[in-house]
């Protein structure tokens, strides 16, 4: 008996010292320390960069956050400030797949979280298309019963039904992986298997089916509820980039032209982690859905007002049926995402990444007596067909801005040449200008050239 009481004294003693552990799969507010709900076991850290941990807890309270893979370990710590708020800033640490140990004390409380990795952090964000279940995809359930082979990569799926950041790391296995954004299961993927050197994935899933661009920013004024709500409060965070895939539910398709980039800068101020890489997919083909010619233009122009914003063309993805709103065909999205990343981020630098897109510049793109000639930036290998017909569907229009077919033949490797006996003085040009246009430009590499509008002065 005495031996037990003396043992019972002991542990009594070291809990006080040391505080309660907590093996935590999430930081869940305890006591007067709590880590965010966006760290928990299993998770991704960023390679290369500094890592913010953060979380809440009272005024003055000391946080130590310590990170152990193998032998080697990082620690740094800092002080709650005024608000309540601590932010611990890791060092810089190079990618590891090994699998180590976070642990975070502070306030009397220590959460340890197991398997953390460190690599590539994405965060996925949009609407409906972003969050399409892996399962519901063309090729979903094949690609998920596999999932196992891919064990660094992880997914973070908020919870978007309440307020703030909720939700859990998940590992890569079939039981998980089937409900992932097929989008960013087939991104990580391709990464992990194209990349000469691969290195673990961290995927954070925060996107809203049926949200418009509105609900993400407070850019001009926008209250922006799922901003506010579940992107903030993970901002503090180190991540690569994000992958942006929405535009489906605009009301006013027109105002995607200051929406968008605005969005982008809002995030990037926010964020204060630089310009960092913004991938759009551009809208699919549907039919019935005469909005969607704007909004592609409005992702074009996008990538000519900011650096460091890339986009997907996915106009050559059929959809069965032709109105669905929700194109199944997910790995080629996931694809050339990853093949965007693979050419400016991660060094393969012969990669052609991206189909045709029109050049702006003046000395390419211009008004030739009754014709437009159309330069165009990614034209490796020179432009061709598909088909073996003539390039199209083009319109042209004067300036009464009414619109006729035109015709269009390759004018150089990299430039077109489009005209209409019924617009002699031509002042705007159409490619692929229709909600499911059947278009045909391709580059060398077979990608295809992303649909747009061009007016000139």
């Known amino acids: 008996m005495k031996r037990l009481v003396s043992f019972c004294f002991m542990a009594l003693l070291v809990f006080l010292l040391l505080g309660e552990v907590t093996s935590a799969t999430a930081g869940k507010p305890s006591g007067s320390m709590a880590v965010s709900p966006y760290f928990t076991s299993h998770m991704v850290l960023q390679r290369d960069a500094i890592v913010p941990v953060f979380g809440t807890a009272t005024a003055g309270t000391p946080v130590a956050v310590t990170f152990t893979v193998g032998s080697q370990t990082v620690s740094a710590s800092a002080q709650a400030d005024t608000s309540g ?187 204060k982690q630089g310009n960092f890489p913004f991938y759009i997919v551009q809208l699919a083909p549907i039919s019935g859905r005469d909005s969607y010619a704007v909004i592609r233009d409005a992702q074009v122009s996008t990538i000519d007002e900011a650096n460091n914003i890339e986009m997907a063309c996915i106009i050559d993805i059929d959809t069965v049926p032709t109105t669905e709103i929700h194109p199944p065909d997910k790995e080629p999205v996931g694809d050339r995402l990853a093949l965007i990343a693979r050419a400016n981020l991660y060094g393969e630098t012969v990669l052609v990444f991206s189909g045709p897109i029109r050049d702006l510049s003046p000395s390419v793109t211009r008004i030739s007596g009754s014709s437009i000639v159309v330069g165009f930036k990614h034209a490796e290998g020179g432009l061709v067909t598909e088909d073996g017909a003539i390039p199209g569907p083009f319109m042209i229009a004067g300036a009464n801005g009414v619109y006729y077919s035109a015709t269009a033949h390759l004018a150089g490797p990299d430039t077109i040449e489009v005209f209409s006996p019924s617009v002699p003085y031509p002042k705007s040009v159409r490619y692929g200008w229709a909600a499911y246009p059947q278009c045909n430009l391709l580059n060398g590499a077979r990608q295809p050239a992303s649909p747009f509008g061009l007016t000139f002065p």
């Not at 460190?118 to 063309?138: A, F, K, M, R, T």
């Not at 999932?147 to 309440?162: F, K």
């Not at 990464?191 to 809203?208: E, F, N, S, W, Y």
């Open 85 to 271: 708020k601590w932010r611990v800033n890791l060092p810089s640490m190079p990618a590891n797949d090994l699998g180590g140990t976070l642990l975070v004390s502070g306030g009397g409380k220590t959460y340890s979280f197991s398997d953390v990795l460190v690599g590539e952090v994405w965060v996925l964000s949009g609407q409906s298309n972003i969050n399409l279940p892996l399962w519901q995809c063309i090729g979903g359930t094949e690609a998920a019963a596999k999932a196992g082979d891919y064990p660094n990569i992880r997914l973070y799926m908020s919870n978007l039904s309440s307020v703030g950041t909720t939700g859990t790391w998940l590992m890569s296995i079939p039981a998980n992986s089937r409900y992932w954004s097929g989008v960013g299961f087939f991104f990580a993927r391709a990464l992990q298997q194209q990349m000469p050197d691969p290195v673990p994935v961290g995927l954070i899933q925060v996107a809203k089916n049926g949200s418009s661009i509105a609900d993400w920013t407070t850019f001009n004024g926008n209250r922006g509820r799922f901003y506010v709500d579940n992107i903030i409060p993970i901002q503090p965070m180190a991540i690569r980039g994000v992958i942006w895939y929405q535009g489906e539910t605009e009301a006013d398709p027109s105002a995607y032209y200051r929406m968008l980039p605005g969005l982008i800068g809002n995030w990037r101020a926010d964020w």
